[in-house]
């Protein structure tokens, strides 16, 4: 699964509000977590609308979270600017296409269980469950804690 910039910017956004100590300004989010200004606005409304955030109109204003960050799940964000989780349309519940395999399909299992886990990752996660882990390195994904052996 590969999230779209417009979802990696609002976990982005998210990630840096919850660090904040007070509310944090459009200007300073925007330079915080390298988003073009104009591009980051229109996610922010989005985000208000979705409940993440709350908007302190006003010179003095900006951002902060509109619940805890223990509240909010990388799933529902995800799923939110993504619609779906699944790998492929065929196993997602909420963007199922159809394909010419139906019925005959060998492998559809597998991205199932991908599908599962994943979500239930996904939706176990919160803002503040990531907060209270040291960011991962690009050195760091090359080590066999994190790929397990497997060569990926």
Same mark, same amino acid.
């Given at each position: 699964?590969?999230?779209?910039?417009?979802?990696?910017? !609002?976990?982005?956004?998210?990630? !840096?509000?919850?660090?904040?100590?007070?509310?944090?300004?459009? %200007?300073?989010?925007?330079?915080?977590?390298?988003?073009? %200004?104009?591009?980051?606005?229109?996610?922010?409304?989005?985000?208000?609308?979705?409940?993440?955030?709350?908007?302190?109109?006003? %010179?003095?204003?900006?951002?902060?979270?509109?619940?805890?960050?223990?509240?909010?799940?990388?799933?529902?964000?995800?799923?939110?600017?993504?619609?779906?989780?699944?790998?492929?349309?065929?196993?997602?519940?909420?963007?199922?296409?159809?394909?010419?395999?139906?019925?005959?399909?060998?492998?559809?299992?597998?991205?199932?269980?991908?599908?599962?886990?994943? !979500?239930?990752?996904?939706?176990? /996660? /919160?803002?503040?469950?990531?907060?209270?882990?040291?960011?991962?390195?690009?050195?760091?994904?090359?080590?066999?804690?994190?790929?397990?052996?497997?060569?990926?």
């Amino acid at each position: 699964m590969k999230v779209s910039k417009k979802t990696d910017y !609002a976990l982005r956004a998210l990630f !840096a509000i919850a660090e904040a100590d007070n509310l944090i300004s459009i %200007r300073e989010l925007s330079e915080s977590v390298d988003v073009p %200004r104009r591009f980051l606005e229109n996610i922010m409304l989005e985000m208000n609308r979705a409940g993440w955030v709350k908007s302190i109109p006003g %010179r003095y204003g900006g951002y902060v979270l509109a619940k805890g960050s223990d509240e909010i799940t990388l799933g529902e964000v995800i799923r939110y600017f993504e619609g779906m989780i699944a790998m492929i349309s065929c196993v997602s519940v909420s963007n199922y296409e159809p394909c010419s395999q139906e019925g005959k399909c060998y492998f559809r299992r597998v991205f199932l269980n991908i599908r599962n886990l994943t !979500a239930q990752i996904l939706d176990k /996660t /919160t803002i503040a469950s990531c907060l209270g882990q040291a960011p991962v390195t690009k050195e760091d994904i090359y080590k066999e804690e994190f790929i397990g052996g497997l060569g990926i």
